[in-house]
């Protein structure tokens, strides 16, 4: 048996250094993740810009609604008229929420807004429904030894009975929802991926507190217990990866002292004991 090949030259052939290597199928790489959030920090910007575009178109056509001589004098009755205020700011919150959702969906092709904002709701709610009952219950029992102004524009508002309803309405649905958006569902990721999770809830928490520091009449106390809320509800969705988990805990805290004011007044029929 001959061990050589017939063709010498075929050896040369399959071992030249010239002969071009036989390529497989390329592989494929993974793909990328998603961007988490879709949005950046500009994006948030516009958010911002829009809604302060939205309450001051409110703020004008509901002066040109109400009578005056003066657009100074309209002013001042739609200020004697807060119950226009807040619908008008449930008119702007409901345009930002429009606004937004077109930013997610058109400007940035996410097919669902409620997933990219990370709205999953919790498989045991009460949890969180208890736990906001509680934070505000622990914050009344610490307003007793702080120093909190005798009268702000807020409980001035709570002795309207018109004002006290609206206020109850809002302050667990439209108010809430949109806070949550905003600062934790907007803000707060965009942050945590530019400077950690830490950061992120400062700087949530912050602007968040100062935003109701007039209704207060700017008290140091209680613009650092809102702080305080402020990084609660952070924590919560961090923790939770759940904005709907920490808008119900926004929901029962805010709830929870509508509750105690309707119970203490029989049903908001007698806002004169709130004096006392």
């Known amino acids: 048996m001959n061990s050589f090949p017939e063709n010498p030259e075929a050896i040369s052939e399959t071992h030249s250094p010239d002969a071009e290597p036989v390529l497989g199928p390329p592989v494929e790489s993974p793909p990328s993740p998603p961007r988490d959030p879709a949005w950046s920090g500009w994006d948030v910007l516009r958010v911002l810009l829009i809604a302060v575009i939205a309450l001051f178109v409110t703020v004008v056509v509901l002066a040109v609604v109400v009578s005056g ?28 929420l429009g606004y937004m959702y077109i930013l997610v969906t058109r400007e940035r092709r996410q097919s669902r807004f409620w997933d990219a904002i990370h709205w999953h709701w919790p498989a045991s709610l009460w949890i969180y429904l208890v736990g906001g009952v509680l934070m505000q219950a622990v914050f009344l029992l610490v307003e007793r030894f ?52 830490m950061a992120a809830i400062v700087a949530t928490a912050l602007p968040f507190a100062l935003m109701h520091a007039a209704q207060y009449g700017g008290a140091w106390a209680s613009v650092l217990l809102i702080f305080v809320v402020g990084v609660v509800l952070a924590v919560v969705r961090e923790k939770t990866n759940s904005l709907a988990a920490s ?18 007044t029989s049903g908001f029929r007698h806002l004169e004991r709130l004096s006392q």
């Open 69 to 96: 001589s003066t657009f100074r004098d309209r002013l001042n009755h739609l200020n004697a008229q807060p119950e226009l205020l807040m619908i008008g700011q449930m008119a702007a919150y409901l345009v930002l």
């Open 146 to 197: 702080l120093p909190f102004p005798k009268d702000t524009p807020f409980e001035a508002l709570l002795k309207r009975p018109y004002s006290l309803l609206l206020i109850a309405a809002f302050s667990i649905t439209l108010g809430p929802l949109m806070e949550e958006l905003f600062f934790r569902g907007f803000l707060y990721p965009v942050v945590k991926r530019r400077l950690g999770v």
């Open 247 to 264: 808008f119900l805990v926004h929901a029962a805290y805010n709830g929870t002292i509508i509750t105690i004011i309707f119970v203490a």
